[in-house]
């Protein structure tokens, strides 16, 4: 099944369930920015919110799409239900309440149904992400952190955790170059090429890989340091966040004494 007919099926399905006021794509689909890879991301809207009776005739729904061979009911946040099929179609729905609509844009969902006209009291357009600054601090200083364990992995000679701490650095840098790019539509994980610049594309490919080697694992963790702390910092003058000087400062001291590593910029 298509994944047209697949939305198709399910709108159907759905349209004279009492309770439910309305049915939109959401995700991908609901921006315009699907793929041949993409899954199909719903949001509905019901009276009572996610109970379980709707639970129930949202899978009767997807049934027709094909054999469910995963279902998670609620498992991950409320109103959240994910199912994939035998031909690995992916199906998700957020279900919400009628008065619970305040992250949905008009711009970021398409309309299935909508028994009330609840689409058009939706304001029009999304928004890029604003900073968080008490989050930025804290990423910041997350990385700082795992940077500062890299002693204790080459003493223990735990290369593999020190592999894990270089994935941890590259997870970072990635929400940075996200934060920086400020894309108008987030969209999931699997969409990083359209997230991020070209340049900040060809920068990430060209990092080294993680292996499970010391000096593998200590150049690492020096090439996510080179690219990662310079940016943070920029980007923390143009947000005014306070930078963590003196945290920076005695893990590049501890960096020094125990690795002889100094650091790739000017440390605070």
């Known amino acids: 099944m298509s994944h047209k007919e697949a939305i198709d099926s399910i709108a159907a399905a759905l349209r004279a369930v009492p309770g439910v006021r309305a049915l939109y794509l959401s995700g991908s689909y609901g921006t315009g920015l699907e793929d041949a890879y993409s899954d199909i991301d719903f949001t ?53 309440k009628p008065d619970s609509l305040g992250g949905l844009r008009q711009d970021a969902v398409q309309v299935l149904f909508d028994h009330d006209g ?23 200083e997350e990385f700082i952190r795992i940077l500062g364990l890299l002693p204790l992995a080459v003493g223990r000679k735990e290369y593999i955790n020190g592999v894990l701490g270089v994935f941890h650095l590259r997870n970072l840098l990635v929400d940075l170059m996200i934060a920086e790019a400020a894309p108008q539509h987030r969209g999931g994980a699997l969409h990083l090429n359209r997230l991020i610049t070209p340049a900040q594309r060809e920068t990430l490919t060209k990092m080294p890989p993680p292996v499970a080697q010391k000096e ?13 702390l310079p940016l943070a910092r920029r980007m923390a003058l143009a947000w005014g966040v306070d930078w963590p000087d003196r945290f920076e400062a005695v893990t590049w001291a501890n960096l020094n004494a125990t690795l002889g590593l100094e650091p790739p910029h000017e440390a605070g």
Do not use: C
């Open 118 to 140: 609840l689409f058009h009291d939706l304001p029009v357009e999304t928004q890029p992400a604003q900073p968080n600054p008490a989050y930025f601090r804290y990423q910041v």
């Open 216 to 228: 593998a694992m200590i150049t690492g963790h020096m090439a996510y340091a080179r690219v990662y």
């Open 44 to 96: 509905l809207i019901a009276e009572g919110g996610a109970s379980d009776a709707l639970a129930a005739a949202w899978r009767k729904a997807v049934e027709q799409v094909g054999e469910i061979v995963l279902w998670w009911d609620r498992n991950t946040r409320p109103g959240l239900i994910n199912a994939i099929t035998a031909d690995w179609t992916r199906v998700d729905v957020v279900i919400l």
